[in-house]
Each structure stands twice: as C-alpha cells, then as structure tokens.
C-alpha cells in the first residue's frame, strides 16, 4: 500500500503540534497571569505530547526516530502552516491563534476518531478528550474578554483581522485530498474548514467581536509545501540548539 | 499455572509517580495482561499523550516483574484510551485519602466548564468550593478553591 497521502496527513499534523506547542511554551514564565502561564505551559506539554505520538506512528511507518525528525529537519522540510510558526506578540494574539487552531484541531481529530487507518483513530479517541480542555480555555477567554472593555474587544478585533488569512491556511488543500476522502482515512480538508467556520461563529457570536468577510481574504497558504515566512528557522535553531550540541546523548 | 490476577497483584505494588498511594492498576493504565509460554505481555496507556512519567512507568513494571521472577514485554498503546472513569474505587478512596479530588463519575457525558466547578473538598467535602484553573500543576490535575475551610485543593481530572 502507498502510505504518502497518510504521511502527509500525519506530518502536518504533527508538525503544527509541535510548532505551535513550542510556541505556547514560550508563554511560561510570561503570561499575564499565574492561570495563563499554566495553561499555557500545559497546552505546550500536552501538544508536543501529541506531536510525540505522531511521530512515532510516521516512525511505524518507515520515517526516521522521533527526535531526529522534531529537530534534525530544516524549516522547508517541515509542513506546519503558517498560522503555528507566527511569534507570540501580545497575549491578544496568542489567545486568538489558540482559539483559531484549537477549534479546528479539535474538530480534526474528533472526525479522526473514525479514520479508517486504525492507528490514527485509536489516538484520536485519546486526543479528543484532552483537547476539550484547549477549546473550554480559548471559548472561555474569548467570550470573557470579547464582552469585556472596549481596549479588550479592539485588541482581540484586531489580531482576528490580521490572523485570519492565516487560519484559513491551516485548510491549504493536500495534494491527497481525494485519495484521504476515499480512502476513509480522512474527511478532507474542504468539509473540515465548513464545519470550523460554525465553530468560531458560535462562538464570537457571543461577544462583540466581528467575523471578517472571508471572501475579501487571501488565505495565507505555503506551509503545508515548506514554504515558511522567515519566524520558523529561528525557532526551530532555538529548539534544537541542546540536541544538536550532541545528537546521539542519551536523555 | 499463572493467572493474570497473579501479575496485576504484583502490579499492584507499581505507584504512579506523581501520586504514591496510586497503583498503576487503580489507575487504570495496565489495559492488557497476558501470560504466553513464561513471557509476560503488558499493555498500558497514558493517562494524558503527553504524560512524562510514562517511560517510568513503564521501566517500574518490568523490574517488578523481574524482581519476582518474570521476564515481560511491554507495550503503550491506545487501544483501550484511558479515562477518569478507569480509576478503580480503591483508587478513588485513596486519592481522597492523599487530599486530592477523585474525578466524577461518568467523564464521557461532560460537556462543558459546570462539571469543573463546585468539586466537593476532599479535606471538609463541602461543595462550596470554585474553580481556579483547569490547567494544574501536572497534566491532570486542576486548582480549585474551597470556600468552607479556605484551602486551594487540587481534583485529578475528568477526561472522556
């Protein structure tokens, strides 16, 4: 059997766990209050938890050890969207790209729970429960700080409009879509994006916060094929600058 | 003849690292135990993916094993993914007993922030008690407060 349309599928995923959770850990020891540190901290903890578990299913799969693919790669071998790699800026920002990524990750995997490649789908029914917790935390802040004062409702409004190109790229289509579809190992990208969009709808519906009109937006698209804006190498230098003082170390 | 009762008893003695009064088997992470032909076969699943303590775990197993005479293979996987729910009644007691919360009874129907708040204490069991992170200091535990005898407690967390 051809395993590409899997890989690509297990990569992606794995790579936006990864990026995206080295990023919340940059929020330890930096949060606006003692409760977002730790949320964010264990958010890092759980996602590069679930990268882990990606990984080695690709390693079941003939890839390369775990370690070597999180950091031996180069920024144009990873398939992270862009959305993941953005840096942190303010927690405004921070908290609106959680809201975005998590919606649809949790709604990835839950469609995953019944993905005919049964490696996948038995991790999925793990992940999904976790992931509540990402969602309850972003829907929570949203809703809070969405109603809350007009600095709040601006600040959010405002990294919605700028992140939102980006979030549409966590939907770049795969060059396997068809094949995932038939295959029944994945509902494809295209179905995933309409059922997103009900998703935060729901939820800014709630608030003050405006949807900006899609059909006016470019969505931001090349990470999926490894082309990355110029935040990712740094961070993958910086994540990696230990294991490669000795790759072959024991832990 | 060996039973699997016969391994889960000497399993019985394996704590879970964070919480020393928990057995991995009250815990719920030994899914599968299998005796073929002098080997052992052990499977286990985290409690959280991103569980840090697996490995450990899972070393502790195999020396228990060994130390009573047992060669053994162990394996994590999530065929059986675990939940709260798996978390024997033993094991809930001693929880309580170790001043954390036990996790409610049926983590599949959860649906929302409610069954976070009003945990009963597990030091004076009043209900009177709010939520102050549902993030903790390990993946599965959240901080609460209670009101009654105002001390910050922590419940080890529902998951489905």
């Not at chain 2, 003849?1 to 394996?14: A, G, S």
């Not at chain 2, 309580?96 to 976070?116: E, N, V």
């Amino acid at each position: 059997m051809n395993n590409e349309a899997l890989k690509e599928l297990l990569y992606k995923m794995a790579d936006d766990l990864l990026i995206l959770g080295h990023r919340n850990s940059e929020w330890t020891g930096m949060g606006p209050l003692l409760e977002e540190d730790i949320a964010f901290s264990s958010m890092a903890q759980d996602k590069i938890g679930q990268s882990l578990a990606l990984y080695q299913l690709l390693h079941q799969l003939g890839e390369q050890e775990p370690d070597t693919v999180a950091f031996m790669r180069h920024a144009r071998l990873f398939h992270n969207c862009l959305l993941t790699e953005l840096p942190n800026a303010e927690y405004d920002f921070s908290l609106i790209r959680h809201f975005l990524f998590d919606t649809a990750d949790a709604l990835r995997w839950k469609s995953l729970t019944q993905s005919s490649y049964t490696p996948l789908a038995q991790l999925a029914g793990k992940v999904r429960g976790e992931l509540r917790y990402h969602t309850l935390h972003a829907n929570t802040w949203i809703k809070r700080l969405g109603s809350a004062t007009d600095e709040s409702i601006s600040r959010l409004q405002q990294s919605l409009n700028e992140l939102m190109p980006y979030a549409l790229g966590i939907f770049e289509p795969s060059p396997f879509e068809e094949e995932l579809i038939k295959r029944n190992i994945f509902e494809g990208e295209r179905h995933l994006q309409a059922q997103w969009l009900l998703g935060i709808e729901s939820v800014l519906n709630a608030t003050e916060l405006r949807l900006p009109d899609l059909k006016s937006l470019t969505p931001a698209y090349g990470g999926r094929v490894g082309k990355h804006s110029l935040h990712l190498q740094p961070l993958l230098d910086e994540m990696s600058e230990v294991f490669k003082l000795d790759p072959t170390a024991e832990w | 003849m060996t039973t699997p009762e016969t391994i889960l008893t000497l399993l019985d003695q394996v704590k879970d690292p964070e919480i020393p009064v928990l057995s991995l088997v009250d815990l719920g992470v030994i899914t599968h135990v299998e005796v073929i032909e002098e080997l052992v076969h052990v499977e286990m699943t985290p409690t959280f993916v991103g569980c840090p303590a697996m490995d450990i775990m899972k070393q502790e197993v195999i020396d228990v094993l060994q130390k009573n005479g047992w060669t053994s293979k162990v394996e994590i996987n999530f065929r059986q993914p675990w939940s709260s729910d798996k978390i024997s009644e033993k094991g809930k007691i001693a929880l309580k007993k170790f001043g954390l919360a036990p996790p409610p009874g049926d983590a599949a129907i959860i649906a929302d922030i409610d069954f976070l708040e009003h945990v009963p204490c597990p030091r004076c069991n009043s209900l009177n008690t709010e939520l102050k992170n549902p993030f903790g200091p390990t993946l599965c535990r959240s901080i609460h407060y209670c009101r009654s005898c105002r001390e910050t407690f922590e419940q080890f967390k529902p998951v489905g």
